[in-house]
C-alpha cells in the first residue's frame, strides 16, 4: 500500500478512493535471477504471484513513416514507438482472487 501523492491518504489501487486522483504504483526494478511481484486482472480475477526471472526478450514494433514534398524529397520522418516484452520465470506461490462489482 502507498499513499496518495496528492492527498496523502493510503491508496490500494491506481486510483485514490478519497481525492480520486489517478497514479502509477512504483514497479519493481526487473532483473535476471531476481524475485518479482506480478500481479494483473484478467476476466474479473486478479491474478498475484511471485516470479523468478529467468530471461527477457524485446522487440521494437513500431512503424517509421516518411513524408515527402512535391519533388520527392523525405521533409521529415516519424517514429510511432511500440516496444513488446516477453518474460520468462518460474512461478512462486500464486494465487487468484475474484473482482469485487
Known sequence: MSNCPNCGAPVD???????????R?????????????????????????????????????????SFRDGFGLTVSTLHTPELHVSMSGTVIGARHEQVSA
Open 25 to 65: 504504483l512504483p514497479t519493481p526494478m526487473m532483473a535476471i535471477g531476481k524475485v518479482v511481484p506480478i500481479r494483473f486482472e484478467h476476466g474479473g480475477t486478479v491474478f498475484s504471484f511471485d516470479l523468478l526471472v529467468s530471461g527477457f526478450e524485446a522487440s521494437d514494433m513500431g512503424e517509421t513513416c
Open 13 to 23: 489501487g491506481d486510483i485514490c478512493p478519497y481525492c480520486g486522483t489517478a497514479h
